[in-house]
């Protein structure tokens, strides 16, 4: 009983080793194909160019005090930022929420009054619409705007209440409170 059911075991068993009958080359059909070039059809997708928030007019998240001053020079003015409780600079372009004992950059951000901001280096209309298209629809919208993220950067679209009128951009950390 034993050696039928060891038996029966190896035939059904897929550890079973079973030869198997391979057809020889000359038995088999070959078909010769022509190569033909392949032809690559790109599509333009705007987005693929954020897919991180490196820099907002040019200063990253991750620049210290040291290399925002060579990036942008002596700031115009600083005062001390409320709720963040260390100083924002201002440069002529762009306030930055910088805590000076851990030398961490909170956010950047950019007024309204700008005619266009360059994100990674790429500029964009300060409006809406070039927003939507260069970074298509919003993570999230909230009363105050709209937010944008990648990765665990975002990108805040501050707007005045019920218009698309837009009051400022900051980039910050989202992981960051």
């Not at 034993?2 to 057809?23: D, E, G, H, T």
């Not at 032809?39 to 040291?66: C, I, K, P, Y």
């Not at 942008?72 to 005062?79: A, R, S, T």
């Not at 950047?108 to 280096?121: C, M, P, Q």
Request: with cysteine; glycine share 6%; hydrophobic share 40%.
């Amino acid at each position: 009983m034993m050696k039928l059911l060891l038996v029966m075991f190896s035939v059904i068993s897929p550890f079973s080793v079973q030869p198997v009958a391979v057809p020889a080359a000359h038995d088999m059909q070959w078909t010769a194909m022509e190569e033909k070039a392949s032809e690559v059809t790109l599509a333009v997708d705007r987005s693929e160019t954020f897919q991180h928030f490196r820099t907002l007019n040019g200063v990253s998240l991750d620049d210290s005090m040291n290399e925002l001053l060579a990036k942008k020079g002596q700031p115009v003015h600083k005062k001390e930022d409320p709720y963040l409780g260390c100083p924002e600079y201002h440069f002529q372009d762009v306030k930055i929420g910088l805590c000076e004992d851990t030398d961490v950059i909170h956010y950047v951000h950019i007024d309204a009054s700008e005619d266009h901001i360059k994100l990674n280096g790429k500029r964009i209309e300060m409006n809406i619409e070039a927003i939507h298209q260069a970074l298509g629809k919003p993570y999230y919208v909230a009363e105050d705007g709209e937010v944008f993220l990648r990765g665990d950067q975002a990108l805040k679209v501050y707007m005045k209440s019920g218009s698309s009128q837009i009051d400022g951009i900051d980039l910050f950390d989202d992981t960051v409170s």
